[in-house]
């Protein structure tokens, strides 16, 4: 149960941290080896997923949690991304981390990415664009 | 621990019969009031998300179960769902189901639809027909 509530308390500091535009608390709670994986990004370095962050954040209106399971090494939370009204869409989100020592290693971001392509088609966003706010 | 080993039996009992194409078994699972939503599919009747799954099983190749975290009344898994090399995807998906006395009330199935929009936008296949698969 200790193990888990240290899982609980690195991942949910890592979630919001990222929510508030903090990389700093964020990348606090990144462990060596750490790998990054969504649908538009791929990234080793403990903040390169990070990049952008605040593009991402001018359009989000609230992050609604829906579940939270923790294991002694891993978590996977599920979420709701809300954004403005120009962008319209509700993103449901699973997002799987994998921790060692009590700090992230793995984080993989799973979403439906053809929402968001439909925009960066509309508004003419470049692909490398549209990676720097996933 | 009783409680979380009774939604592991039912959520693997449910998934693996998925997979075998097994429809009773997969639908014996399923409780009342249940829900189910996916990026190509909402359907609130027991089998309905499982119409056309001789369809998908015929072009999955394997299922990799990457993480499977349960609490009292619901769980996550995280799996790659592997296809044949004319298909070639590989979809890692997150599946979170909300369980009531032991039995499924609601599926959430989360992956990125992009890819297999691009495939059924080459063969011309209409939405309708893809949604009957996924």
Redesign the interface.
């Known amino acids: 149960m200790t193990i888990d509530t240290t899982t609980r308390g690195t991942v949910r500091a890592y979630h919001e941290a990222r929510f508030q535009g903090d990389v700093t608390t964020a990348a606090a709670q990144i462990g060596e080896g750490f790998r990054f994986r969504s649908?538009f990004i791929t990234s080793d370095s403990p903040t390169g997923h990070l990049d952008g962050l605040d593009g991402l954040l001018g359009i989000v209106t609230g992050v609604e949690l829906?579940?939270e399971?923790?294991?002694e090494t891993?978590?996977?939370l599920?979420y709701d991304v809300h954004t403005t009204p120009a962008i319209g869409i509700t993103q449901?989100?699973?997002e799987?981390f994998r921790l060692r020592d009590g700090r992230i290693t793995s984080i993989?971001l799973?979403?439906?990415?053809?929402p968001w392509?439909a925009i960066m088609s509309a508004v003419g966003t470049t692909h490398d664009e549209a990676v720097r706010t996933a």
């Open positions: 649908p829906i579940s399971l923790y294991g891993e978590a996977t599920v449901r989100t699973a799987h993989e799973i979403f439906d990415a053809g392509q």
